[in-house]
């Protein structure tokens, strides 16, 4: 029954695991250093260590009691998975989530799950199959099948690639690039396995010696286990926000509404707030605010001959989650990807000019 158990287990893990990146779809006020930040900030430092200090009693005594050689292996293995991780941030804009998680993942399992069966481990992972018993050759056989998978999956990748290069669109670097980063990726990857794999025996020991129950024993091989790769994968967006200056979006709680008038002449905007809806129940004073905006120039603008019709200029509206820059940059970003024409090329940048708008305050 233990076993079905933990074969259930690991299908969960593996579920949640393979949909870990699907959130980034649904973000709008978050950008992905900003989900990185705060989601290996709790899972790899206040999580574990929250379970460690109030779980494992004499907790710091046992650690003390650790070879300093096995704290130093952990966090080698540590560091490589935190390469591994920039590496996979790096190549979600190159190359795309899909193929990146595809030939991440196929190869990191497939170093993770045979190299312990060639080389022991520590703890539960001593008495891993070998190479040539039944189980090591089931497991070969399925590590087969996910490198066919990552074959196919590069082979894809350059497909696309070269539809893109023919369609001259955008692209975050060449392909092969972003192959052989993720390739790399893909075997550092197993760090985070290793890192457990041979260090988990002696922490485990020390922390029950200690009165530690099994669960929160292994809990202490992670926070200690892992600061090496915790100290990349929260350095990292921490040096993307600092870049970027989008700090501020941690903080900003609030929506802004942006706009912009598609007209090159005199133009005006108008807000009126009216404070006495605030008196009737249901309305707050955001539901009594109204604007218009138009064209603004000295009657009359123009005469409209009868039967005659005009299309009036567009107004692009928008809502955003973040500070004044993060709302300015997506209007921007909107008027590129949808306004303005494809720049042509070897011509130089656009060159905008304009008048300020007039004011109207009721």
């Not at 130093?72 to 990146?100: E, H, M, P, Q, Y």
């Not at 509206?317 to 993060?326: H, I, K």
Request: proline content about 5%; glycine content about 14%; some cysteine.
């Amino acid at each position: 029954m233990a076993t079905v158990w933990g074969a259930l287990t690991v299908v969960l893990a593996g579920l949640v695991q393979g949909s870990g990146v699907w959130p980034m779809k649904l973000l709008r006020k978050y950008k992905f250093e900003h989900l990185w930040f705060l989601a290996m900030l709790v899972g790899l430092v206040i999580a574990p260590w929250v379970i460690t200090l109030t779980l494992c009693p004499e907790q710091w005594q046992a650690y003390h009691e650790i070879g300093t050689s096995t704290l130093l292996k952990a966090n080698s293995f540590a560091l490589a998975w935190g390469v591994a991780d920039v590496l996979c941030g790096l190549c979600f804009v190159r190359i795309g989530v899909a193929l990146t998680g595809g030939i991440l993942t196929g190869l990191g399992v497939s170093v993770g799950v045979t190299l312990p069966m060639i080389i022991k481990g520590s703890g539960l992972f001593s008495g891993a199959p070998k190479l040539g018993s039944p189980a090591g050759k089931a497991v070969l056989v399925g590590v087969a099948v996910m490198l066919v998978g990552v074959v196919l999956a590069a082979f894809a990748g350059f497909g696309r690639d070269r539809i893109l290069r023919s369609t001259d669109q955008p692209r975050s670097g060449s392909f092969v690039g972003g192959l052989i980063m993720v390739v790399i990726a893909g075997a550092l990857s197993a760090g985070i396995s290793f890192a457990f794999v041979y260090n988990q025996g002696p922490i485990v020991s020390a922390m029950k010696a200690h009165g530690a129950g099994d669960i929160p024993a292994n809990f202490a091989v992670w926070a200690i286990g892992l600061l090496g790769g915790a100290l990349i994968n929260v350095t990292y967006p921490i040096y993307l926000m600092t870049k970027s200056g989008s700090w501020g979006v941690l903080n900003a709680m609030g929506e802004l509404f942006i706009g912009e008038l598609a007209w090159t002449g005199g133009y005006s905007f108008d807000f009126d707030l009216d404070p006495e809806m605030e008196k009737f129940p249901g309305l707050d004073a955001a539901a009594a605010l109204t604007f218009s905006a138009g064209p603004d120039a000295p009657a009359p603008l123009r005469m409209i001959a009868p039967g005659e019709t005009v299309t009036t200029p567009e107004m692009h509206l928008g809502l955003v989650f973040g500070d004044l820059d993060n709302a300015v940059q997506a209007m921007h970003t909107h008027l590129r990807r949808s306004v303005f024409l494809p720049q042509a090329r070897g011509r130089a940048a656009w060159v905008e000019s304009g008048i300020g708008p007039g004011q109207n305050h009721d």
